[in-house]
């Protein structure tokens, strides 16, 4: 088989890579191990319920976002439609003693929020004020810390973290992790005077299209990856691949395998891209001295587990919130609860609610070890402790998804990754390694990075 751009992995990277420039033209083949494409996102549909066990929401935070919704939208003949989540689930809850209380949106709730300090409240007023950091590799907990206070890391950063890493503030890294946070005190010396000077900058239609509002798809996330895989059709994927290896050849590149059914199978091609994890790069580029890959592959990853819990009749009991985060000096047994069906439609009976925990993460990793049963148990207890239904009400759904490599982690080796990725690229023309190891995590990090690369590959 021969193609012009062979792309490695059909997660949501590979994939919108490969329909980008199929899209413009472009021959495009993608192999993928596993038997299905879509990588970490699949949805999910019993008893009136709709739930991911992978990603279940994104941030518009770039226009990417918003133009690959309204090309999969017309292609999947309206089957593909972004879903935003309402006003109402706007509210962020962080667990403080017995009970959820919601972060400060204003003035008026940010002086009378119990979660911070009253110190701490006085010293955000000199915030603006305050020197810049000189540490290029200051951690996301060292710089809260020193610009806002403890009780900002404890009950604001720690469990944002939580939620979006399933990390720790103290070993990520401010400019890998959160690089727009860095930027807004490296280039305006303050986050409050950089956040209100950044909302005054001027910004084109297609800056706006970057609403920064929470999305998935109406349906679930997995009707995104099915466009694609739709419009690039069974001839462009290869499933079920194994013993992957790819190598330079006469100028381009040879990928040998073998298929679903054991048969030796090859691909030439033009330019490679993958879009795996690190931890399989050594095994599939065998020409990267053994000292650089060990560079490109040190990402650790957070394990984390995913149960989906849903209640057909909530009997009044309003979650209304985009969900609620635990602090770790809460010593509580899990990191955060979502509301999905507080956000999109559909996930639910019209009566009842879904809600995903999430277990683990990289303070945590035995937790991925646990039976089903003792983590059932532990979903119960929050349930009613946390949830606050009655003791005699049980959930209707318990679903456990557990991921052994599901979050990376930006600590202090990225940046070696990132210069050791770059040489690898520069060494062997037509090689590009993407995918989360690099350009951040999130959905909207995936799709802008893909794009990126198709436009790059497209040029």
């Excluded at 133009?67 to 939208?73: P, S």
């Excluded at 907990?141 to 990390?167: C, H, I, Q, W």
């Excluded at 635990?326 to 609610?353: M, N, Y």
Aim: charge should be positive; hydrophobic fraction near 35%.
């Amino acid at each position: 088989m021969k193609t012009d751009i062979l792309v490695i992995g059909a997660g949501l990277t590979g994939l919108t890579t490969a329909y980008t420039l199929a899209s413009k033209g472009k021959n495009v083949h993608i192999l993928e191990q596993n038997d299905r494409t879509g990588g970490q996102i699949l949805t999910h549909k019993e008893n009136g319920f709709v739930f991911e066990s992978g990603p279940n929401t994104g941030s518009i935070s770039n226009p990417e976002v918003a133009e690959l919704f309204e090309e999969l939208e017309k292609i999947s003949g309206g089957k593909c439609k972004l879903e935003t989540a309402p006003d109402a689930a706007k509210k962020r809850l962080i667990w403080k003693g017995d009970k959820f209380h919601a972060l400060p949106s204003g003035l008026g709730s940010a002086v009378s929020t119990p979660l911070f300090t009253l110190g701490d409240k006085f010293r955000i007023l000199g915030e603006p004020w305050r020197k810049k950091g000189t540490n290029p590799d200051e951690s996301i907990g060292e710089l809260t810390r020193r610009r806002l206070g403890k009780s900002f890391v404890d009950y604001a950063v720690d469990p944002f973290l939580s939620g979006v890493y399933a990390g720790d503030p103290n070993t990520l890294i401010t400019r890998y992790a959160l690089p727009k946070l860095y930027n807004l005190e490296q280039n305006y010396g303050s986050f409050v005077r950089g956040a209100m000077k950044k909302a005054k900058e001027p910004k084109t239609d297609r800056d706006k299209l970057a609403t920064k509002k929470v999305f998935s798809a109406i349906g679930g996330l997995s009707n995104i990856t099915k466009a694609m895989t739709d419009y690039l059709g069974e001839d462009r994927i290869t499933l079920g691949i194994k013993n992957l290896k790819i190598n330079p050849q006469n100028g381009g590149w040879i990928a040998t395998f073998l298929d679903k059914d054991g048969n030796a199978k090859s691909v030439s091609a033009q330019k490679v891209v993958t879009t795996c994890g690190s931890y399989v790069l050594p095994e599939i580029l065998p020409f990267i001295e053994t000292e650089e890959m060990q560079k490109i592959n040190n990402l650790k990853y957070a394990p984390m587990v995913e149960v989906s819990v849903g209640i057909k009749n909530t009997n009044g009991l309003d979650y209304k919130a985009f969900g609620g985060l635990v602090p770790t000096c809460e010593k509580k047994q899990i990191l955060g609860i979502l509301f999905p069906s507080a956000c999109f439609t559909s996930r639910a009976p019209e009566e009842g609610a879904l809600f995903s925990y999430f277990i683990g993460g990289v303070k945590h990793a035995e937790m991925l070890d646990k039976s089903d049963s003792e983590l059932t148990t532990i979903v119960e207890d929050v349930f009613h402790e946390m949830l606050k239904f009655p003791s005699s009400v049980n959930p209707d759904l318990i679903k456990i998804f557990r991921h052994k490599c599901a979050i990376p982690q930006y600590e202090i080796t990225t940046g070696e990754r990132w210069t050791a990725v770059e040489k690898a690229e520069r060494d062997f023309p037509g090689l590009i390694i993407a995918g989360n190891l690099r350009d951040g995590i999130g959905m909207a990090h995936r799709i802008k990075q893909a794009r990126d690369i198709a436009e790059k590959l497209n040029g």
